[in-house]
């Protein structure tokens, strides 16, 4: 079981950046796989970005070149970088840990809101 908590949203205006952390209850060096997703109002939750404990990464069209997904070991901590930032990327965001190749073994934060507006 991992418990995760995302932290750093807030309100920015259109062509901003914010980097959100997600802390882990633990090592996520032994983590198998580090997501982040996000979810609209009225729309369903996306995938992002997501990062493997040998440091592959993948990238939702919409985000790619835009946001970047990385981690630190050291301090169990996932961020994702976020520039460029649109109106359309206003969300709720969640880090996400999945801890084996086990694709049910799966565990979700509470979200942090993102608001992008001017």
């Known amino acids: 079981q991992v418990q995760l908590v995302e932290s750093g949203g807030g309100l920015v205006q259109p062509g901003g950046s914010l980097r959100l952390s997600c802390a882990a209850s633990r090592s996520i060096s032994s983590i198998y796989a580090m997501g982040w997703y996000r979810q609209a109002s009225g729309k369903q939750r996306e995938l992002l970005a997501v990062t493997t404990t040998n440091s592959i990464t993948r990238y939702a069209d919409s985000v790619k070149g835009r946001f970047t997904i990385s981690r630190d070991n050291a301090k169990n901590t996932v961020y994702l970088q976020m520039n460029s930032l649109k109106p359309e990327d206003t969300a709720v965001y969640y880090c996400?840990?999945?801890?084996?190749?086990?694709?049910?073994?799966?565990?979700w934060g509470q979200g942090t809101q993102v608001t992008v507006s001017s």
């Open positions: 996400n840990a999945r801890p084996t190749a086990i694709v049910a073994d799966n565990y």
